[in-house]
């Protein structure tokens, strides 16, 4: 039988109570389909810090690093407000992409026609919405040097961002986005600003160098990101795979997740280089949200992001494309039948909690795998 190994990080406030209900789905694969997941399970952010004094165990980085996927729930909260710099929760995060060169960050927005109200947008704009946005997550702006802010004496100050980006990694991450475009309608748009900046223009020369050796079968667009921002917002079904930097994913996939409605929903991974032997890639599975210290512990968070995070461990590290899309056709059906958490109330639905909507999701699963 297939092992796959995955390291559950559950973190703090909600990331325990969403982590749960992804458990029992496990542990029903594992019963009724021979799945073969083994399980371990480690600390990070706060609870972390509590328990060792920093946002990650270095035991919990080895079993990260030698795990086949990991699922993150969510760091942080004002009981760790204070704590030093470098062990704040969110170091933990950090650390794992990092360490385990998780270069593509893939967020996908979809709209279930269920809640298609509850986005800024007019229903009809979004109803059925399906894109992934690819952002390169350990490079550009965020990263390069210099990085500085210089007294000028003057009483003016100078403040220096670096946006660097080398062939290699604009050719990795556009990589992904065909391979991913592959698995859906098959259609990438480049998003950068080739017009004002130099790593704009590289950005576009080696996106479209690449899809010419090696992708050409998949249909490529070029948009300047500020016109792809206001086509976000105007008409976003035009889009299937968008793949950008770090900055501007960082912003066009925030302003994708709204079209869709609610945080609690908004499922991410990220990925790094396939493993010259293997294949395999290392993959971190994390909702978008954070820990929602607001809400934590009154069993009233909203699973499906934490849910719909392992659909895609599912889907993109074991290659269950069908368990994948169960389980998201799960979610779906359950929203279709008006069951609500209270994120994504309406009226006339019937309001649940985590576990009622957890288990709700499963035996949707079950039936849809029956
Ligand atoms: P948040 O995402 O935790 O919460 C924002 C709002 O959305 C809150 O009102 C919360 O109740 C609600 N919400 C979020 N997820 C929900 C869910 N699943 N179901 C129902 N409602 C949900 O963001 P925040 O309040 O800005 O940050 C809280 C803490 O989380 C901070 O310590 C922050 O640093 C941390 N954070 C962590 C991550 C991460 O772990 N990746 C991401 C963002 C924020």
């Known amino acids: 039988m297939t092992t796959r190994n995955l390291f559950l990080l559950p973190g703090d406030g909600i990331g ?20 073969g997941f083994v399980t371990d399970e480690g600390l990070v952010g706060g609870s972390a810090y509590d328990a060792h004094g920093a946002a990650i165990s270095e035991a919990d980085m ?31 995060l950090l650390r794992l992409r990092k360490d385990l060169e998780l270069f593509a960050n893939l967020r996908p927005a979809i709209c279930y026609p269920a809640l298609a109200n509850a986005s800024s947008l007019k229903p009809e704009l979004v109803e059925g919405l399906d894109i992934l946005i690819i952002r390169e997550l350990t490079g550009g702006v965020y990263f390069g040097e210099p990085k500085t802010i210089t007294d000028l004496g003057n009483g003016q100050k100078r403040a220096i961002d670096t946006q660097v980006y080398d062939t290699y990694e604009i050719e990795r991450i556009s990589a992904v986005a065909f391979e991913m475009a592959r698995t859906r309608q098959n259609r990438v748009c480049s998003m950068e600003k080739r ?24 249909k490529l667009e070029h948009m300047l990101a500020d016109a792809g921002g206001m086509q976000l917002v105007r008409a976003p079904k035009q ?6 930097d770090n ?10 997740a709204m079209l869709t409605g609610s945080l609690g929903m ?63 056709k799960a979610i779906a059906n359950v929203l279709d039948k ?4 209270a994120d994504i109330m309406a009226d006339g639905a019937k309001k649940v ?18």
């Not at 008006?338 to 958490?341: E, M, P």
Request: contains cysteine; negative net charge; glycine residues 10%.
């Open 353 to 370: 909690g985590t576990v009622e909507m957890g288990e709700a999701i499963l035996t949707e699963f079950k039936a849809l795998s029956a």
């Open 16 to 35: 325990p109570e969403a982590m749960g209900e992804v458990r029992k789905i496990i542990a029903y694969m594992n019963e009724a389909m021979n799945a």
């Open 247 to 256: 900055l501007f994913g960082d912003m066009l996939s925030d302003v994708a």
């Open 62 to 92: 080895q079993k990260a690093l030698a795990a086949d996927a990991v699922l993150f729930g969510a760091v942080g909260g004002p009981k760790w407000d204070d704590v030093p710099y470098e062990v704040r929760p969110e170091a933990g």
């Open 239 to 244: 889009f299937d795979v968008i793949v950008t």
């Open 266 to 328: 908004l499922p991410s991974a990220s990925l790094g280089a396939p493993d010259g032997k293997t294949g395999k890639r290392k993959a971190l599975y994390e909702p978008v949200h954070g820990s929602a210290p607001d809400i934590a512990g009154q069993g009233i968070a909203n699973p499906i992001a934490m849910i719909a995070s392992f659909a895609m461990c599912l889907r993109y590290s074991f290659g269950m494309v069908t368990e994948a899309d169960n389980l998201e």
């Open 195 to 218: 017009n004002v900046m130099k790593s704009g223009v590289l950005w576009n020369q080696v996106v479209t160098a690449t899809h010419k050796d090696k992708y050409s079968d998949v």
């Open 338 to 341: 008006g069951i609500r958490t």
